[in-house]
């Protein structure tokens, strides 16, 4: 029952219903049992909860919470109506049957725990129920010994002498081998798409301060949410990662402000372009120079990538439960957001994002219109607000050191503080800079962006995480809900959109010895869970891959270093010589050798075809070209022809050239080897003094 709980399929007051239920069910008299009411309300309460949940179901209601939680009420009316030894196999069944279930809707840490119970608790329960049923079997009520005294069968029950704990302990330590076959089970066949058998789509849990409006009197509280949001993986890291990081994780943008509040005036979105998983945000990203960071962002809603600036491309990285379903596509949104498709699923989506650290970030100008957009203010917005924004600005007229004395003096004259009053004042925002002068990260974001736009100059509002927090027991840095931030982007001719972010620094809490404590056991909860989903949830084919071959390669090292100590030793010769005349036997008795296999060699002209086509896809690489490996040749080269590349044409002919040699036997001579090297060299000249083409959507 625990396990269908934490998967959160229940509502809160529906699962605190279920456990009080269960708990006074299994403490329930055994002299209610015997009463013929209470063992008549056993038999019909499951006909009338199936009539009220199909009833349920008519109305509306999800038909996979209807049955889960149909599962769950039927427990807990076994539980109260159970009469002896008879109920414990239904009893376990259904245990079972919720056990599977919650492996289903969602296999977490806490699901581990309610598993490894399982495990343990099974054997001794059927042992148990096996030995209660052969006594009350044996000895009926009424039934009486030799001496022709009544039989006390709960007497019996109780007895020590009949069940002991050390007999109790050894059937506990059969759920080992049960634990290690399934283990195996596990292993050998690994989970390949567990969201087929979902019956609706997910309900991921929402983030406050994402959503297409933001008000400024509710969007502090999410700043108290220690929930984890995103897992940063990086590729290296020092010997000594610092405790705390300042990045910034854009998520969305908004240009309108009314009504106390951020909107978007733009909504329409355009797909990214992409070759297989790999998405070019400003161009393909080269796996071999490109510095990258692995994200792994937990459910959310709306289904926003937050990215770190200077990101140029994105990589998803498929679950093992969407491995049957099709790769979700990435949309450019407004105000340069990038949204995903969400998925039937419950774990979130992965990926890594390519950063380009030497080629200075272009934007393209913005028109009139956009201008006017960036530059718009509420019909009633205060006039001293503006004024204060001249006065702040004097007597500087560079955009840029506007914004930075704006930015100063937010730092330097105001508190950063949650609970800030303003939010409840007809107009938040004056009240903030006139009155209160506290407030959280949306107040001074939005001052800062309202009081440029008073002076002419474009100013947006962006809304993202900032700041993560590293795990030394997982190596990642987990950014937290509690790190949502909100900052500005300003339009500086010509450099285009500037970061700034005008909120002072909160105060550092103080560290005590039981906080260090709480932090530590917070880690290793969190690195456990990690490894949980890394290596359990998302098992797959290619986990299954590597661990076979790391056994492989285990075994092989084994047998190599026991190898080595018998030809050091003499017992060794001893054991290696009787094998020695056998084998010297069993080829004299043969007559003659058969070619083996071994004998057989690569034709040298296939050989010589994939060393070149290797040089050709190094190029494409280069070119920000490079193919994806679940891509095949044929099909990444139509997929350069219809991106309409300059030399389109003569890597789908190098391409088909390959594959007629590899696989096809065609004729691969000495002359048509140099040819197809010369033009592959004609097409490196014919690009080096080009830049690599960009990919825009």
């Known amino acids: 029952m625990v396990s269908l709980v934490i998967t959160g399929e229940f509502s809160r007051t529906t699962a605190i219903v279920l456990l009080i239920a269960l708990v006074l069910a299994f403490f329930a008299p055994s002299h209610w049992q015997e009463n013929a009411v209470w063992r008549n309300a056993g038999t019909y309460a499951p006909v009338g909860l199936l009539a009220l949940q199909l009833v349920r179901w008519s109305q509306g209601v999800s038909p996979l919470t209807v049955a889960v939680e149909f599962a769950a009420s039927l427990q807990v009316i076994r539980v109260a109506s159970r009469r002896g030894a008879a109920h414990d196999q239904q009893l376990i069944t259904l245990s079972l049957l919720h056990l599977v279930a919650a492996t289903v809707l969602g296999a977490g840490l806490a699901y581990a725990l309610c598993f490894i119970g399982f495990v343990l608790v099974t054997p001794p329960a059927l042992m148990l129920s096996h030995l209660r049923r052969e006594v009350e079997g044996n000895y009926r009520q009424g039934a009486r010994d030799r001496t022709g005294l009544p039989v006390d069968v709960p007497r019996i029950l109780r ?4 069940i002991s704990r050390g007999f109790v302990a050894f059937v506990c330590a059969l759920s080992i081998p049960v634990f290690l076959f399934t283990a195996l089970l596990f292993i050998t066949f690994p989970r390949v798409g567990l969201s087929l058998l979902m019956l609706e789509p997910s309900r991921p849990t929402r983030m406050v301060g994402f959503s297409d409006q933001v008000d400024l009197g509710r969007i502090g509280a999410l700043h108290s949410d220690p929930t984890i949001a ?7 890291l020092p010997s000594d990662p610092p405790e705390r990081i300042a990045i910034y994780l854009r998520g969305t943008a908004f240009d309108r402000y009314e009504n106390r509040g951020w909107k978007r005036t733009q909504t329409v979105r355009n797909t990214v372009e992409s070759l297989g998983n790999v998405f070019a945000l400003t161009r393909y990203p080269n796996s071999r120079t490109d510095p990258s960071l692995l994200i792994d962002l937990e459910p959310i809603d709306p289904p926003v990538l937050f990215l770190p600036e200077r990101t140029t491309g994105i990589e998803l990285i498929p679950l093992a439960t969407q491995a049957l379903n099709p790769q979700p596509a990435l949309q ?15 774990r979130g989506i992965r990926y890594r994002v390519y950063l380009d650290t030497t080629t200075p970030t272009r934007f393209a100008p913005i028109s009139a219109d956009d201008r006017e957009r960036y530059l718009a203010l509420p019909p009633d917005f205060p006039g001293k607000i503006a004024d204060l924004a001249r006065a702040w600005a004097a007597p500087e007229s560079q955009p840029e ?7 100063s003096r937010l730092r330097s004259d105001y508190v950063y503080d949650l609970n800030s009053p303003s939010g409840k004042a007809a107009n938040p925002l004056e009240h903030f800079l006139f009155a209160s002068k506290i407030g959280h990260c949306e107040f001074y974001s939005t001052a800062m962006a309202l009081m440029l736009r008073t002076l002419g100059i474009p100013t947006r509002n962006v809304t993202g995480f900032a700041g993560a927090s590293y795990n030394r027991f997982g190596k990642f840095y987990a950014v937290r809900q509690g790190d949502a931030h909100s900052w500005v982007e300003v339009w500086l001719e010509p450099s285009g959109w500037q970061r700034f972010d005008p909120t002072p620094s909160a105060p550092t809490p103080v560290i005590t010895p039981w906080s260090r404590w709480v932090n530590s056991m917070r880690d290793i909860v969190e690195a456990t869970s990690q490894r949980w989903n890394k290596h359990i949830e998302r098992y797959d084919l290619r986990q299954q891959m590597e661990l076979f071959s790391g056994l492989r390669r285990g075994a092989s090292n084994l047998r190599g270093t026991v190898q080595k100590s018998w030809v050091d030793s003499r017992l060794g010769w001893l054991l290696v010589l009787p094998i020695l005349v056998w084998a010297v036997h069993r080829l004299r008795r043969r007559k003659r050798t058969p070619v083996g296999r071994t004998a057989e060699r690569i034709d040298p002209r296939v050989e010589e075809i994939v060393r070149q086509y290797r040089e050709l896809e190094r190029h494409l690489e280069q070119l920000g070209l490079s193919r994806p490996q679940t891509t095949p040749p044929l099909a990444h080269a139509r997929t350069i022809v219809r991106l309409g590349h300059p030399a389109a044409a003569t890597i789908l002919e190098l391409t088909k050239t390959y594959l007629e040699v590899r696989f096809g036997g065609a004729a691969f001579d000495r002359a048509a080897a140099q040819d197809f090297s010369r033009r592959v060299a004609q097409l490196r000249r014919s690009t080096e003094s080009q830049h690599p083409p960009r990919a825009v959507a």
């Open 332 to 346: 450019f949104g407004p105000e340069g957001e990038v949204r995903y498709a969400r998925l039937n699923d419950r």
């Open 401 to 407: 050191r506007i914004a930075q004395r704006i930015q």
């Open 159 to 162: 007895s020590r002498r009949v």
């Open 230 to 236: 995103l897992r940063l993986t990086y590729a290296t």
